[in-house]
């Protein structure tokens, strides 16, 4: 149903190292790249940052997060550990939520919301 998610940088440069340090952990590429706009994905549903078009500042939305489905608890920790070297903040280490949920929780040098899980 979800196509891709859209997030907005001030510093489009800055993100995108952060995304294509994270897309390489998850086997996933830049598809489409235009002035001020990226795109990654790994064949199915997608992440794209793009400077706002009303040239505001990017704002983060209060409560919105972008979870990035992991293949495994060690996947799931190697995002988060890649994302905390490539400037995140930490919204909560990697463990179970739950019986059946395994996650991380972190914020992008913009302060988007994201988090790496996998169920089982």
């Keep these: 149903m979800i196509g891709y998610v859209t997030l907005g940088t001030s510093d489009l440069a800055r993100a995108a ?3 294509d340090a994270i897309a390489a952990e ?3 590429k ?5 002035d001020g706009f990226i795109a990654w994905s790994g064949g199915g549903p997608g992440i794209a940052l793009t400077k ?4 505001k500042a ?4 209060n409560g919105v997060m972008v979870a990035l489905a992991a293949k495994d608890k060690a996947q799931v920790d190697r995002i988060y550990n890649v994302a905390m070297s490539m400037g995140a903040t930490d919204e909560g280490k990697p463990g179970p939520r739950g019986e059946t949920f395994y996650a991380a929780y972190f914020r992008d040098p913009d302060g988007n919301k994201l988090n790496a899980f996998v169920m089982g």
Aim: glycine residues 16%.
């Design 26 to 28: 998850m086997g996933a």
């Design 58 to 61: 990017a704002s983060v939305g």
């Design 30 to 34: 830049r598809f489409m790249e235009f």
């Design 17 to 19: 190292k952060f995304y």
């Design 52 to 55: 706002p078009y009303d040239g």
